[in-house]
């Protein structure tokens, strides 16, 4: 029975049968792994609230060999990121982050930049940062990590070179008017957001967290989630919950 230790992030928690957990880390050197961890669901239970979704923190695991799932033997925690927990907006935009992360990776798959950009993201969140702002930023970044960067020179469907009127965006990048009405699934893209996109790619991410986006900023966001449904087959749980959190509170991203 191997040991495996590593820095790693709660990405998805069940609860398993009478008292265990089945845990979901992202881990910076495993990539993605699933886990029991025994008894997580007693009152006095040594994780205590360790296993919280979102939640840093150095894991100790057994690979038993026999099955996909490792034995979690301790997850100490380093950061809580409290305060994303202490406000909805924040919340949904890290449940968000964090169903990316969990929906397009494979288990065992290692990304030690995307496990960095990851917690980049928490700790914005965790900070003062506009919790919109700090989604489009690992957005943009996540599907380029993964290799799904969008081309935004050219038509991907006719090879048309950008500046083109009434640009789309679609799987894989722009695409021109007449290919957009040829079917697909496309959403318009305005040559500002564009741009904007082409800017928050280049920028560092400090930079890329304020850089001033006006309209583009909203465009974006909506532009980012069809992406990552595009490649995920669906929309995301987070992005329904967002837009309920987002029509109870609507003044909550201007207050951030
Ligand atoms: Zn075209």
Redesign the pocket.
């Known amino acids: 029975m191997a040991l495996g230790k590593s820095a790693a992030i709660v990405i998805g928690s069940f609860p398993l049968g009478e008292s265990d957990r089945l845990v979901t880390f992202y881990s910076r050197d495993f990539g993605k792994i699933r886990g029991v961890a025994k008894a997580a669901r007693r009152m006095r239970s040594r994780f205590g609230s360790a296993l919280e979704l979102g939640t840093l923190g150095e894991l100790v695991f057994f690979d038993t060999g026999r099955s996909e799932l490792v034995r979690v033997d301790h997850f100490d925690i380093t950061r809580p990121f409290q305060r994303v927990r202490e406000d909805l907006e924040r919340l949904a935009q890290a449940a968000w982050i964090i169903e990316c992360v969990a929906r397009l990776t494979a288990e065992r798959d290692r990304h030690v930049a995307l496990f960095g950009l990851l917690v980049r993201a928490l700790r914005a969140l965790d900070g003062s940062r506009k919790p919109t702002r700090v989604a489009i930023c690992f957005g943009v970044r996540c599907i380029e990590v993964l290799g799904h960067r969008p081309r935004l020179d050219a ?1 991907v ?4 070179v950008y500046p083109f009127p009434r640009p789309a965006l679609g799987a894989g990048g722009l ?2 008017e ?2 957009a009405r040829g079917g697909g699934d496309t959403l318009p893209i305005a040559p500002t957001t564009i741009g904007a996109f082409e800017r928050l790619r280049a920028l560092s991410w400090d930079e890329a967290l304020a850089l001033p986006l006006g309209r583009a900023e909203a465009e974006l966001s909506v532009l980012l989630e069809a992406q990552v449904a595009g490649l995920i087959g669906h929309s995301t749980r987070a992005a329904k919950f967002l837009r309920e959190v987002q029509r109870l509170s609507p003044a909550a991203d201007e207050r951030a």
């Open positions: 038509c469907e006719c090879g048309r695409v021109c007449a290919c």
